[in-house]
């Protein structure tokens, strides 16, 4: 597959200048970093040529025909939140952003559907299905700047995807430009509509590698009549496991069964001005954070489930699942208790932690853990590993926290020749090198760990089909 040309040929400025107002178009300055990159900092460089910033379809068109016209390569952006590259422009490349085009279109409370434009926010979807009494459920901390294009490209989860699934299972119908310059609508507001292939799955986790997404029908659910959430000091990682298939086996509708460790912990009261007040004493190795559905309106609902939620961890207690609990008593509580999770991310940031982004089969989490955690020792001396993810469905994001006095670049290179480590062993124990971020410039090289040979000659025939030039985010998800 021969790539476009990724300097900006003058007679494409003349072509964009007519499709775009002048100040839809970023030429120069600051911006064009902003907006060539998302929060993956790699070792690659960021030289987007222009940015385009349509607000309509049409313009959307316009743009990529354009680009095709003059071979000029497209990286589709939106809010740019990731964390593997994949909204980077390295060799001059156009960048197309969404975020002009954020308009709600239309919410179908009867058939409980949201149409909008894909610049969107994911925290405005959100709203906008609450104010109808509904709830779009994918979420995560990240919401309030994601765009829903970059979701859909992403697969995005988040922390509810125990209970609700990943963002594939609630987008209802997409429209796409794709390479000609078509605009193609891929579903809709048909429950059903058994008429081959379906097209839109391709779209979903593709990275912006077949297309832009310019616009999502999304489905949205009725929202839980309450939740009930806890905080348990754990042990050990083996027994975060235990205490997950006892909760489950207690009849408890589970909506999120978080963990993250101590380290993660101290970090987030550093963060804070609140060193040593956490919510055990002594400080817990371990933290699981429970969150439990309950099951219809009213006081009485609430509180049966908060006791069988009591009942059930003084169980795990008396069997030394747990050492101590915290149960939230209102909404307030709730909210602090979620806080501690929700806040890891942000509070490591300051010490530069080299990340990874996993999956395993949930009964191969404590052994993948002690084994991961083993390796670091052996090979990267002076390195504090630290851990939080979602148990529930086996997504584990692992820190390497750079040491005080080492120098970023020694340690970004340790760490990065430590990453073979890293996919290998999750190879081994049958899981994926990219749970929910994907895969990007970051994680091409590591691919071959969760693919096999046939499935990554069935991807490059698709990516062939749809874009044969090479058009969008060239050098993207595959391998060169």
Known sequence: MSEPTTALPPALLVDLRAALASEELVTEGDDLAYYGTDRCRGDWPVAPSVVALPRTVEQVQAVVRACAAHGAAIVPSG??????????????????????????????????????????????????AAE???????????????????????????????????????????????????????????????????????????????????????RLCAPPAGLVVALCAVPDEARVLELFARVQAHGLTLQAFECFDQGCLRRVLEHRGMQGKGPFDPPSPQH?????????????????????????????????????????ANGSQARELWALREDTSESLHRHRPHKSDVSVPVAELPRFLAAWRRRVVEALPGV?????????????????????????????????AFDEHTYALVAEHHGSVSAEHGIGLLKRAHLHHSRSPGELQMMRGIKQALDPTGLFNPGKVLPP
Not at 146 to 160: D, E, L, M, P, Y
């Open 288 to 328: 699981a954070l429970i969150e439990v559905e309950v099951p219809e309106p009213g006081d009485a609902a609430h509180e049966a489930t908060a006791d069988a939620l009591a009942e059930c961890l003084a169980d795990a207690q008396e069997q030394g699942l747990i050492a101590d609990a915290v149960l939230a």
């Open 132 to 218: 109808h009494g509904l709830m779009y459920p994918v979420d995560f901390a990240a919401k309030g700047s994601a765009h829903i294009g970059g979701s859909i490209a992403t697969n995005a989860g988040g922390v509810k995807v125990l209970r609700y699934g990943l963002t594939r299972s609630w987008v209802q119908g997409l429209r796409v430009v794709v390479a000609s310059g078509e605009c193609l609508r891929l579903g809709g507001g048909l429950v059903k509509d058994n008429t081959g292939y379906d097209l839109r799955q391709l779209f979903i986790g593709a990275e912006g590698t077949l297309g832009v997404v310019v616009e999502a029908t999304l």
């Open 79 to 128: 809010g740019r939140t990731g964390l593997c590259g994949a909204a980077t422009a390295t060799r001059g490349e156009v960048v197309l952003s969404l975020q002009r085009m954020h308009r709600i279109l239309e919410v179908d409370p009867a058939a409980r559907l949201l149409r909008c434009e894909a610049g969107a926010t994911v925290e405005a979807v959100q709203l906008a």
């Open 384 to 416: 504090e590993a630290v851990v939080f993810g979602h148990i529930g469905d086996g997504n584990l994001h692992l820190n390497l926290l750079q040491p005080e006095r080492e120098d970023p670049q020694a340690f970004a290179a340790r760490c990065k």
